[in-house]
């Protein structure tokens, strides 16, 4: 399905992440959707976030494993929040970027951008982190909690903890300990560990290695790993404009090619991997992005050990029952903004219009197949999650 997307198209979806996220003055955002900002130089422009999510993009850039020509020569363009860098995207002022799987559904069906999935970029590697006297769930009654977006894996995944420790996550009150209720805020990663030094946030929910920051700091305690409440879920897919993929599929199977090779590369050497992201891309110490990729015990409480919740997974194939799973769960996450467009959703038929992963599954051949990454053969799966 094409989207045209004109002026009109990017001021409505500057707007709607204004409101969803908090990005900038509605006047700069304005400015910018009637900012012509198509990319003319031939080269693809890479966004991300100073995560361990982005390790793919990152690690493909330092080890020149994109081919020639087809990504701009100077370092991916670093953004300091998820909103900032959707904004970025939705503007054309980057081509490729790594972003939460459930925005990369609000961009398309309540922002009518025309963006496309075309894989995974990682699973697992985010945790709830609390306050270090906080040890059970039941203690953040009263207080606030930290997510990095509305639409994220980590709201969705808390508020399914909460619930079923029978507390009431709440948004724009303030929260009672009586009642059980708990506020969630939108932060930046960045000031989630200082907002949680000076005591404003009893927790935080966000990608690596802010949680394994906090705790080789002591400022907090991971309390449990999402992976251990949904099993290998994906938290960041890889986006690209719809009309790259009508315009230029050599180019998309080329990004798609380079991406699955530093994956690869990344689960041959983990540690080196954390040498390459410090390397001028993540502001994060060698220790804390070292320890994010290679947890060797799992802090906190485990449930579910063989499902290996600590560990950052990079492979790439989306699996469609996750994205049927995951439009299902976002019919019940509290969010500040418009969840109207949920409704007009079909959880069964979204991943084929929202994903491509034909340029995956050209690039799994073309390393072993999916042997090489551990994936099932007939790529399906059925879906875990235990929020308990």
Same mark, same amino acid.
């Given at each position: ?125 985010? &945790?709830? $982190? @609390? *306050? ?7 203690? #953040?009654? =009263? ?5 990095? /977006? ?52 009893? &927790?935080? $929910? @966000? *990608? ?7 705790? #080789?700091? =002591? ?5 449990? /790993? ?52 410090? &390397? ?109």
């Amino acid at each position: 399905m094409s989207t045209n997307i004109g002026r009109r198209t990017l001021l409505r979806g500057a707007v709607g992440l204004a409101a969803a996220g908090g990005v900038a003055g509605l006047l700069d955002l304005g400015r910018a959707a009637s900012t012509d900002r198509t990319n003319t130089s031939g080269r693809l422009r890479i966004g991300y976030l100073p995560i361990t999510d982005a390790a793919p993009l990152l690690v493909a850039h330092h080890a020149g494993l994109f081919a020639p020509g087809v990504v701009d020569d100077v370092r991916p363009v670093l953004f300091r929040s998820w909103a900032s860098l959707a904004e970025a995207f939705v503007t054309r002022q980057v081509d490729v970027v790594h972003l939460l799987m459930p925005m990369a559904l609000q961009l398309r069906y309540s922002l009518g951008s025309a963006v496309r999935v075309l894989g995974w970029n990682h699973t697992n590697g985010s &945790a709830l $982190t @609390v *306050a270090p006297h906080i040890t059970e769930l039941g203690q #953040l009654a =009263g207080r606030q909690v930290a997510i990095p /977006f509305w639409w994220s894996i980590h709201n969705i995944t808390v508020q399914q903890m909460l619930r079923a420790h029978g507390l009431h996550p709440v948004i724009r009150q303030s929260a009672s300990r009586s009642a059980g209720t708990v506020e969630l805020v939108v932060m930046s990663p960045s000031d989630m560990i200082p907002a949680l030094a000076n005591g404003s946030i009893a &927790a935080f $929910t @966000v *990608a690596d290695p802010f949680n394994a920051a906090a705790d #080789l700091r =002591g400022i907090g305690r991971i309390h449990r /790993f999402l992976g251990d409440v949904w099993r290998e879920h994906a938290c960041c897919a890889l986006l690209v404009h719809e009309d790259l993929i009508e315009r230029n599929p050599t180019v998309v199977q080329q990004v798609s090619d380079s991406l699955v090779t530093a994956q690869l590369r990344i689960g041959t050497d983990r540690r080196a991997a954390a040498e390459a992201l410090t &390397a001028g891309y993540l502001p994060q110490p060698l220790p804390a992005v070292t320890r994010a990729l290679t947890y060797p015990e799992p802090p906190g409480t485990i449930r579910h050990p063989q499902w290996h919740p600590q560990r950052i997974g990079y492979q790439p194939f989306p699996f469609p029952s996750f994205t049927e799973a995951l439009a299902l769960a976002m019919h019940d996450t509290v969010v500040d903004g418009d969840t109207r467009f949920l409704s007009r959703l079909d959880p069964a038929t979204v991943h084929a219009d929202l994903v491509d992963d034909r340029f995956v599954r050209t690039s799994l051949v073309r390393v072993d197949g999916t042997a090489a990454f551990g994936l099932p053969a007939d790529l399906t799966r059925i879906e875990e999650v235990d929020p308990s």
